[in-house]
């Protein structure tokens, strides 16, 4: 059995959320032929576009909040995830909102210091 279709087989049983983490993994984690699979996979259960975003969306904050919580304001530099199904505009929004809804939990931030950090990171 070929690699790709021990993927195709494995990928069938996973659900829309795992592939979904795959098709967004970040740069490395998984081959190109892997997300491909994934990508038919989920092409393969008719899974709408709006639903896939929703998805990716979901996933992006996640892992957007796991790395605030770890982002030092005056040592670390901004770094926007990519996004295989987000555009780059979408992203940026997603990240503006999450930030924002993260400074609010925060009281540790330096008041407005948020700004800085938004403006270098599209800068």
């Known amino acids: 059995m070929t690699p790709a279709l021990n993927l195709e087989t494995r990928y069938q049983s996973i659900t829309n959320d ?6 967004e993994s970040p740069e490395g984690d998984y081959t190109d032929a892997a997300i491909d699979v994934a990508r ?3 092409k393969s259960r008719g899974l709408s576009e709006e639903d896939m975003r929703s998805i990716s ?4 904050t996640e892992r957007m ?22 555009n780059t505009e979408e992203v940026q929004a997603l990240f503006t909102t999450v930030f924002t809804q ?15 950090v938004l403006a270098a990171g599209f800068g």
């Not at 969306?57 to 992006?60: A, I, M, Q, T, V």
């Not at 909040?65 to 995830?81: H, S």
């Open 102 to 116: 993260w400074k609010h939990e925060n009281d540790d931030m330096i008041p407005d210091g948020w700004q800085y």
């Open 65 to 86: 909040r796991t790395y605030l919580d770890g982002f030092n304001v005056i040592n670390d530099k901004l770094v926007l995830p990519k996004s295989r199904i987000l």
């Open 18 to 23: 795992e592939l979904i983490g795959i098709i």
């Open 40 to 42: 038919v996979e989920m």
């Open 57 to 60: 969306r979901k996933l992006l």
